[in-house]
Structures are given as C-alpha cells and as structure tokens.
C-alpha cells in the first residue's frame, strides 16, 4: 500500500480558497457531444476490420487544485470508440477504479455518455442515464460501472467523467495501448514542481509526440496578515488573502494508430508490455525546506510488515501446533525430510480459496481451524509452523504472473505485490522456496503463478532483506516409450508407457483430479481419429516427489484394404503437432516459466513382408548461445525402427530478440516429428 503523503503547502500558513486552473496551451484533441460524421463511413475503417472496435480518441489530463488548505488531482477524461462487431459492444461497459482509505475516498463527477447511431442517414444521439454501479475491487479499490445504452455494430460510444483526488500520491497513469486499436491517445499532466513523481514510460510503442515545458498556476491563500511565501511570486488581493503563482512543470504525450496489443502463447500480463505511462510520488520539496522523500525504504517495509498484526505477528503464533510438530519431527531426522513434512501437514490441513493477498484475512490459528484461507493465510501459517520447529524460515513478497512484473529498479511499493510464500534457510548457504497453496504440489516446487522474476525475502534483520530469484530448478520434463506394431492397412496396436515429472507431472495431475480418470482419457483421444485405448492404469498418483506413470494399450485403425505401399507419421500424435508461435514478430519475451525437457523413445515394428522405402534423415537443431537442442533420429533394425526425439529447452525465457530463433527452431522441430515414413511391400 503506498503511503499517504499530506500535502500541506506549509510555508503559507493558514491557506484556504480555491485554485485557478492553469492554461494547457493546446487545443484539446476531441469534443464532447460533437463526432465526426466520417466515424459512421464503414469505409473509414478498412484497416480495422478484424477489430471488434477501434478507440478514436482517448483524451486525459490531470491538474492540480488548491482547496481548503491542501493540493488535490483532478483528472478529466474524454474517450470515443467505434463499435466495429457484436464482440465490441463489451467497450461501452466502463470501469473506474477510485481509490479510498479509512473514511476517505476519491470521487467521481461529471460522468456523462452519449451513444451515437446513423437512423436515416442522420446521426440520432441516446443520452446515457446516469445509473452507475459500485463494486469492491480490492481492500483499497472500489470499482465504479456504467453502460452505454443501444449499442450496435456501428454504433460510436462516447463518454466523460472527472475524478478528484486527495491522494497525490495515487496520480493518474495512462495506458495508450489497449486490445483494439487506438487511432489517437493523448496525456497531459501538469505538476506544481513540489511533486516529485517518477514517470515510469513502458510498451514497445514510443509516444509520436512529447513535450515538456514551465508554467505557473495560481493559488489563492488565506493569511494571518503580512506577506507570506518568501522566494514565491506573491501578490495581495486584499487584506486577507494572497495570491501565488506556483511553478508547474506541463507535459503532453500523444500516440496516434497506435496497433491493438496481440495476446501471445507463453506471455505474463499484458500489463508488463503494454504501452503506458505510470507515475510514482519519490519526494516532496517545499521552498526554501529541504528535499523529503516520501517513498518508503526496503528496510522501513522490511520493519512495518514483521510489525503488522496481519503479517509479521502470525508468524509468533504457531505454538498452538507443538503438539503435532513434536509427533513429526519424531519420525524424520533429514531437515529435508522435516520440512516437507511440516509442508505436508500445512497443505492438508488448509486448502486455498482462490485469492491471492499479501497479509492474512484472519488469523493463521482460525485458518487452520476452518480448513481454508487465502494464499497469505496458508503460507504464513506454513512460515509460523517451520519456525516452531527451528527452522529459519521467513516470508517473499511476490507479484504473480497475472499481476505484473516487479522492476528491482522501481521504487519501493507494496503495492506491485499480491502474494506472500515461504523461504527457508538451509545449510551449507542452501535456501528453498515453499508454498502450500495447491494440494497437488510437491515440497519445494512453486506454483506456476509464482514463476514471476524476482521476489523481496523479508528478514528478522531489515538490512538482510534482499531480492530473490522465483526461477524454478524443477523442469517440465515428460517421457514416453511407445511400441507399436503396424499390419498391412497401415493399422496398428501397440503400448504406451508415460512418465510426466516436475511441472509435467504437477500439470498432468492438476488435470487427472480436475476430470477423473474418465474424462482424462477422452480428452487424450481427443484429435486421435481412429484411436481406441485398452486398458489403462495411472501410477504414482499420490506420491508428489515422483513422476506421475500413465500406460495403456492403444489400437489405431488402418485403411479398408491391404497396401502396396504405407505411408505413415508415427509421431504426430505424440510430439509437437504445430507450431505455438504462429506470428512472425513479436516484441516481448516467451515467458514459459521453466525450463523443458520432451523424450519420445519409438519401437516400430513392421507388418510381415515390408520393408523400409523411405525414413526421415537424423536431426540436430540447437538454439543460439545454448539455448536449447532438439535431436531426432531413425534407425531400421531388423523388422522395427527405432525412433527417439529429443526436445531440450534450456532457459524459462527467452528474449524478444531471440523469438524469430525460437519460432524456427519449433518449425524444424514439428516439421520433423509430422516427417513421414514410407514403407514398401516386398515383391
């Protein structure tokens, strides 16, 4: 949570009074009430038309006021879209995060809307009727909702609100770049040069207009007599009340056609790689005093997070559990062996509900009692019980895949995490990572939603607080033993041995609980024509450390009619059927979140009185600077061929500069397994 900072303008004493508004200079992009009649020509969006709407304009501005003795934001937006298909009528719903603490709260005003559609080729307007809805988003978030009335393919939405904030630390960020395409995006913000605010300018679209300039605003001041604001441009209005001119700094950033953001297989949030703007308050600097910094330290939020009744104190609290530990730890002397029994005991005892949170929703002793909790409540309660038995054991602060990446070079804020897990201490300068949240998870493995950049480890010590790594050393690693026996159809029969270990067999099991064991194998035919299984049998369910087993008997059946000659993809069904990476460009990383390891070991055996016409050639494709290797090769032996394909990826991520590497490695890779094998009926 980012701290309140009081702006009080000290060095003018008692103030009061509004502010006047300083002047922008520029013409403002758009007009409320007034579209642009070539916004209903179909034509004029020719190069949008697999878009389901398009952002004409979006248009905000945040300024400064001066009221009843503090400095508040005031931000003013006007936004127009053009509603393209049925899929884009979702944009005239419109969300408006407000920020509140204790009894305060930011507020929301002049919210107005228009939706515009061509009847009888005029433009007919319907006045949006002011029914807004309240939402709870967050601890701190408060979600306000409106619709836009009678849209329809065509349709131009419009609409304008002001939200005044005395949070100056909350500034407005902007985002230029959304999932649709954006013909012109504009922010300006003008800043009274006592806020110091870090521009933080993300996304992979530079803005095609920025400028910055000085400028002055003016503030009328109540005082106690005499003249006040020594170093300022004072004047007297009259005998109680001044006016000064404050400095502003003034910008304006502009996008135009700005690309709609293309969700990519293997990627975090998009807000990670969105183009956008977000400002943090670092420090105030009042005339004639000293710079204060306001952003907290690592060490102030290493201190007040161990203090906090929802955090730092539940970790004092797991004596209530010595009974059970004391019976644990009697039967395992390993540490390693302990630990994952205390790990073993949190995650049955406490099933996670859902939610993510970084300081518990109660105490981690009801948690326990009631069976469930959020992510804060069972890693905490897992933290408490780890320390009970000895262990040094201490929480990480994180932000999940889904919430953003956690830039080390930003400034301090709790507010860029959502999650909170386990780091514990091993000999030898070792440490290991724990959470307790998902019931399928073995000791020392994190949840694919964890596997997020770097995490803040939160020590007894503030000044051993320290950033850790969240790359996992567990692998996906899956292999398969396949034996097929083919007949003169091009028909088969054959077995299957699968194994599936560290994020494979976590995934594997995720979704054999998910479905059954029913529904498991249905989807596995799934795309498999002509497929039928035998018996089947799954082996190490419940033993997490272990790969999970999966065999069965398969039957595949052939052509109507003997062959003279078999053409065959032996693979196809077992290996990588397509490409993931369809698009030739992409301007963020592939984030898969650990590093891979696919084994596919064949045993061919040819129908009786065949031979070997045609074999694919022996393979070895690696990525640059070691980033990975496939290997492939297929050998007659005999009356089989034996075929093994070895899929290796060495890194969780990789570079945006290394995708057009990666998406051929894949093509490579896939051309190969489809490659197919041509056997000949002996004459």
């Known amino acids: 949570m980012k701290k309140r900072v009081f702006c009080q303008l000290a060095l003018l004493g008692a103030l009061g009074s509004a502010a006047s508004l300083p002047a922008l200079g520029q013409t403002d992009p758009i007009k409320f009430g007034k579209p642009n009649l070539e916004d209903f020509n179909s034509k004029s969006f020719v190069a949008d038309s697999a878009a389901e709407a398009v952002v004409l304009c979006d ?108 949070f ?75 006016t000064v001119n404050v400095p502003l700094k003034t910008h304006r950033w502009v996008t135009k056609d700005v690309p709609a953001f293309r969700e990519e297989p293997f990627m975090t949030s998009y807000r990670n ?19 204060r910094a306001v952003a907290d330290s690592w060490e102030k939020i290493n201190d007040d997070l161990l203090a906090d009744e929802n955090f730092g104190v539940q970790l004092k609290r797991g004596s209530f559990l010595k009974e059970q530990l004391t019976a644990l730890l009697a039967q395992e002397k390993d540490p390693a062996a302990r630990i994952a029994a205390i790990h073993t005991l949190v995650r049955k005892a406490v099933k996670y509900d859902g939610h993510d949170r970084l300081y518990s929703t109660t105490t981690i002793r009801k948690a326990y009692d009631q069976h469930r909790g959020t992510a804060a409540d069972v890693n905490l309660l897992l933290i408490a019980a780890l320390r009970e038995a000895g262990f040094q054991a201490n929480p990480v602060l994180l932000s999940t895949r889904s919430h953003g990446m956690v830039n080390q070079e930003f400034m301090p804020l ?45 020590m007894p010590k503030a000044a051993e607080s320290r950033w850790v790594s969240l ?12 034996q097929l026996t083919l007949d003169d159809k091009g028909g088969y029969t054959g077995k299957v041995h699968s194994e599936h270990s560290g994020y494979a067999g ?5 979704q054999l609980s998910e479905k059954g064991e029913k529904k498991f194998v249905e989807e596995l035919l799934r795309g498999r024509e002509g497929w039928n299984l035998g018996k089947y049998q799954f082996g190490q369910r419940e033993t997490l450390d272990k790969p999970l087993t999966f065999d069965y008997e398969l039957t595949a059946a052939g052509g109507d009619a003997p062959a003279g000659m078999l053409y065959l993809k032996p693979l196809q069904h077992f290996g990588n059927a397509r490409n993931p990476f369809v698009h030739e460009d992409r301007k963020f990383p592939v984030d898969f979140g650990f590093a891979m390891d696919e084994t596919l070991v064949m045993t061919l055996t040819l129908p009786a009185g065949y031979e070997v016409e045609e074999l694919p050639k022996a393979a070895s494709i690696a990525l640059p600077d070691n980033g990975g290797r496939f290997l492939f090769q297929a050998q007659p032996s005999g009356t089989t061929i034996q075929i093994m394909s070895r899929l290796n990826l060495t890194r969780p991520v990789y570079s945006a500069a290394e995708y057009a590497s990666l998406r051929e490695f894949y093509r490579l890779v896939v051309a190969k397994q489809t490659e197919q094998i041509v056997l000949k009926k002996k004459s």
């Not at 630390?169 to 300006?188: A, C, G, K, L």
């Not at 400028?215 to 005499?226: A, F, I, K, P, R």
């Not at 790359?471 to 396949?482: A, C, G």
């Open 414 to 458: 709790l507010s860029r995490f959502n999650y909170v897990m386990a780091h514990v201490a091993l000999p030898e300068g070792k440490e290991m990572m724990l959470d307790a949240t998902e019931e399928l998870l073995p000791c020392g493995m994190l949840p694919t939603r964890c596997l997020n950049g770097t995490g803040r480890l939160i």
């Open 471 to 482: 790359v996992p050393q567990q692998r996906l690693t899956e292999y398969q033993q396949i």
């Open 59 to 166: 248009y905000g501005r945040s300024r400064f006021e001066y009221i009843d003795g503090d400095f508040r934001v005031v931000f003013d937006r006007v936004t127009r879209i053009k509603i393209l298909r049925k899929a884009g009528y979702e944009w005239a719903t419109v969300e408006v995060p407000l920020y509140h603490q204790s009894s305060r709260e930011e507020k929301l005003t002049n919210v107005k809307g228009f939706t515009y559609n061509m009847v009888n080729n005029e433009v007919a307007k319907e006045k949006f009727d002011a029914t807004i809805f309240r939402e709870e988003a967050s601890s701190n978030v408060t979600m306000r909702k409106f619709t836009l009335p009678n849209v329809r393919e065509g349709s131009v939405i419009e609409y304008s609100y002001t939200v005044l904030s005395d």
């Open 273 to 291: 790689y969105i183009s956008r703007i977000d400002f943090e308050l670092a420090g105030v600097r009042w005339e004639g005093q000293p710079y």
């Open 168 to 242: 100056t630390f909350n500034f407005q960020d902007w985002q230029f770049q959304h999932t649709i395409p954006v013909r012109w995006s504009e922010y300006r913000a003008s800043i009274p040069t006592y806020f110091d605010y870090k521009m933080l300018m993300q996304g992979y679209v530079a803005p095609t207009i920025g400028e910055h300039s000085d400028g002055t605003m003016q503030v009328t001041v109540s005082e106690g007599g005499g003249f006040v604001g020594a170093g300022m441009n004072t004047q007297r209005v009259s005998g109680s009340s001044t």
């Open 506 to 510: 976590l995934q594997q099991r995720t």
